[in-house]
């Protein structure tokens, strides 16, 4: 069976639903890896940074062959071709187009501040442990245990689960990455002119 692995997705930028869903098809279209569970959308107030609009999240758990580098740098394409823009000068927790966080890796520990495994701050998130909770109620984040009691002591403040907001699996027929991101203008939030899609699954069995 292959590795799993937990990623957050967030955005505050832009068209941030067609974005999120953009970045759901270029995951789902990496080598060997397929997109098993799509977690609710949240809005969320931002968490530290300046002030800056607030995100839509969501939590996705994936099948994958790439090692946790390999992914790394796959999401970190991912985030440059949403436009993401990553440079000395870049406030830390600042404003993004797409964010993408691997908040575990078959289970792993790893200190190594290139990939640190588990996600350093997801203990403390309640963007990244709500929805992951939606998912899956038993999980546990390696090292701090399971999310449900980590969710029960942080609260749901600033977190909101907008039903309205769906992402949909990836569909094999479509490209894994626009090569306009702009093209996904208009596929998502409600009063654009598109429409979220069916709501996310299980495309896999675990
Ligand atoms: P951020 O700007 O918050 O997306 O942080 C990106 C930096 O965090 C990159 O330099 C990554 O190498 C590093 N990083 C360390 N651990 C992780 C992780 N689990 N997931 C994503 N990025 C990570």
């Known amino acids: 069976m292959r590795p799993r692995a937990v990623l957050s997705v967030g955005s505050n930028l832009g068209d941030r639903l067609g974005t999120l869903q953009g970045c759901v098809q270029a995951i789902?279209?990496?080598?060997?890896?397929?997109?098993?569970?799509i977690s609710p959308v949240y809005q969320t107030a931002p968490v530290g940074g300046p002030a800056q609009p607030d995100y839509l999240n969501a939590v996705l758990i994936v099948a994958t062959s790439l090692?946790?580098?390999?992914?790394?740098?796959?999401?970190?394409?991912?985030?440059?071709?949403?436009?993401?823009?990553?440079?000395?000068?870049?406030?830390?927790?600042?404003?993004?187009?797409?964010?993408?966080?691997?908040?575990?890796?078959?289970?792993?520990?790893?200190d190594d501040p290139v990939l640190t495994l588990p996600h350093p701050r997801a203990h403390e998130r309640a963007f990244?442990?709500?929805?992951?909770?939606?998912?899956?109620?038993?999980?546990?984040?390696?090292?701090?245990?399971?999310?449900?009691?980590?969710?029960?002591?942080?609260?749901?403040?600033?977190?909101?689960?907008?039903?309205?907001?769906?992402l949909r699996p990836p569909r094999?027929?479509?490209?894994?990455?626009?090569?306009d991101p702009g093209v996904l203008r208009g596929s998502g939030e409600p009063g654009g002119?598109?429409?979220?899609?069916?709501?996310?699954?299980?495309?896999e069995a675990p």
Do not use: M, N
């Open 28 to 37: 789902g279209a990496l080598p060997d890896t397929d997109v098993l569970a």
């Open 67 to 110: 090692s946790p580098p390999g992914l790394l740098a796959a999401t970190q394409r991912i985030e440059a071709d949403f436009g993401r823009v990553r440079s000395p000068g870049a406030e830390r927790f600042g404003p993004r187009t797409l964010d993408i966080d691997i908040i575990s890796f078959a289970g792993l520990l790893s």
């Open 128 to 166: 990244v442990l709500a929805p992951w909770h939606d998912l899956d109620t038993a999980a546990s984040l390696p090292g701090r245990g399971p999310v449900a009691g980590l969710l029960a002591g942080l609260g749901r403040g600033g977190v909101r689960r907008q039903p309205d907001l769906v």
């Open 172 to 179: 094999p027929e479509d490209p894994g990455v626009p090569e």
């Open 193 to 203: 002119p598109g429409g979220p899609g069916e709501p996310g699954t299980v495309t």
